[in-house]
């Protein structure tokens, strides 16, 4: 198999700087100096606009979640003529730039919104993840296929290395859950197919935040 070269990099290549620091509203380095975010945005791929969220937010998932992709919700099937058929779109590796420092995701936890039949589930998977250079923690939502918004994978939000992460992953998950409540009458997810950083207990508890009394309110029909 022919070597294929890859352009190597320290952390992140200009056109990616140029989205994350536009992203956070930041100076970008010098690398990045004078590309245009949206200019970037193109030759990374990304056009389509997405609903709800912005296509910045999900270039900069895709940024982040590089290094754990293959380790996220993806819905897939088989075919009746037997061929396999999967709804996330993985980045060929040999496009993937070389990359000196790998970013290190941690999994919050993963919830359901609902499910639509048998085997047929709404997964969205929290993670977060440390920035070097930016030194800001990015917490990011992934779905198992872009039906929803567009893509499968969007950054939610940011906080700083002052912010405790249970705290600052907190606000960032319960805002977008809001927006979402608010924005569509987003009912409270079902259940947790999986937790990480963040317990059963602290998932719950968030969900209370957004959605309060909605447990308290069914078990009193039941008794």
Known sequence: MPYVRRNTVDLFTADEHAVLAHWLGVRPPKVAKGIEPDEAIARMGFE???HHYRLVDAVVASIVLENVEKRLP???????DGSFVCARKYRDDEKVPNRKV????????????????PGFSWPVAYHV??????DRF???ASADCPDGF???????GAFGRDTPIKEGARRVVCDDWHDQWSGWEQQRWAYLFNTGLISHEEAAAW????????LGEEDDDVA
């Open 48 to 50: 389509t606009e997405p």
């Open 74 to 80: 993806a819905w897939s099937a088989l075919r009746a």
């Open 102 to 117: 790998l970013l290190q995701s941690r999994r919050l936890f993963v919830i359901n919104w609902a499910d639509s039949g």
């Open 129 to 134: 993840t440390w920035l070097p250079h930016y």
């Open 138 to 140: 990015v917490v990011t």
């Open 150 to 156: 567009g893509y499968c994978d969007f950054a939610l």
């Open 207 to 214: 969900a209370e935040e957004v959605w309060p009394n909605e």
